[in-house]
């Protein structure tokens, strides 16, 4: 059976409560549904899209031990197939409201089902933030992406821009280099914050240019994107380029927009928790990327799933 089967032949009949509710079905959803079986308790996974969340935008996935190089989509199918090996139930729903200052918790599907649960894990991830610049929504996917493994071979031979100078910007910028003619990193900071081992890279490639102390003010074009605005973060001076298109990254936006009122979240959107993964909500827990942390890997956001069971189990199940 294929990946994009498993999203849709292998769902669960829903009961009407399980033990320990995982909303988000990513790396750290999923080892929290494994290690709750291991655990005796009976898990459902609730995930809106496809297993893996963002895993699936990742070419290469070259730090996931026991692997030298995978892909992200073939990482998130054989995450997955074990949890399903383990007889761990996923059913496909977006959660819309949760009830969770009783101790018999509830999730609100967005077909009104009502889910009981004894202990609930937010496990929602996050999405590339946008630039919200001039003509950004009007070209989108008219030559502004979000995801170089979705639309790089759009842009074959040609000259492309990419938005950021931290790891994942040089990452897909590595994997675009392999496509286009031409790569121009733009990064509004004076030097890159990506690793050494990535830059040496990227510029191994003789394909990238750099753009420092800059941002992207707005975009141009006619049916297709043809031209970005550069300003100076210094001079705030405004520079054309010509461009076939452009790849943002630029960080994270945290999936937590119905979880305000619910728990406690940072300034920025992220779920504040203990080292538990406890949130200030008892018997709730935040696991993954959208958790306050400093971390964020596919090792990290397991290892948290594996955490936030450990501690539910022997605080709310074991006697």
């Avoid at 005796?40 to 969340?53: R, T, V």
């Avoid at 800059?214 to 405004?238: A, C, H, K, M, P």
């Avoid at 940072?266 to 971390?295: H, L, S």
Wanted: proline share 2%.
């Amino acid at each position: 059976m294929s990946f994009f089967e498993l999203g849709s032949a292998k769902k669960c009949v829903l009961r009407d409560s399980y033990d320990v509710v995982i909303i988000g079905g990513g790396p750290s959803g999923i080892t929290a549904g494994i290690y709750a079986v291991q655990a005796g308790l009976s898990p459902l996974i609730i995930e809106k899209a496809l297993d893996g969340g963002q895993m699936n935008n990742t070419r290469a996935v070259e730090n996931w031990t026991g692997f030298t190089s995978i892909s992200g989509m073939e990482l998130s199918e054989k995450m997955a197939e074990h949890a399903r090996a383990f007889d761990v139930p996923f059913t496909y729903s977006e959660v819309v409201d949760l009830e969770i200052d009783e101790e018999e918790k509830a999730v609100v599907l967005d077909n009104g089902k009502k889910i009981m649960s004894k202990v609930i894990i937010l496990a929602t991830g996050s999405n590339p933030r946008k630039l919200g610049v001039k003509g950004e929504e009007e070209f989108k996917g008219r030559g502004i992406s979000y995801c170089a493994t979705c639309d790089g071979h759009f842009f074959s031979d040609k000259h492309i821009a990419v938005i950021g100078g931290g790891n994942s910007a040089l990452d897909e910028s590595l994997y675009l280099s392999k496509i286009v003619s031409k790569i121009t990193v733009i990064q509004n900071l004076p030097k890159l914050t990506a690793d050494k081992l990535l830059q040496k890279k990227l510029n191994d490639t003789g394909k990238v240019e750099y753009v420092f102390s800059s941002v992207l003010d707005s975009v141009e074009g006619d049916s297709q994107l043809r031209r970005l605005n550069i300003r100076s973060v210094d001079t705030g001076e405004i520079t054309p380029l010509e461009v076939d298109g452009v790849f943002v990254f630029i960080g994270l936006i945290p999936n937590s927009q119905f979880l305000k009122g619910k728990v406690e979240l940072n300034e920025f959107g992220y779920v504040k928790t203990n080292d538990f993964m406890e949130t200030n909500k008892k018997a709730v827990y935040a696991i993954g990327d959208v958790r306050e942390k400093e971390v964020r890997q596919i090792v990290t956001a397991a290892a948290d799933g594996s955490i936030a069971i450990y501690h539910a189990a022997r605080n709310y199940f074991y006697d």
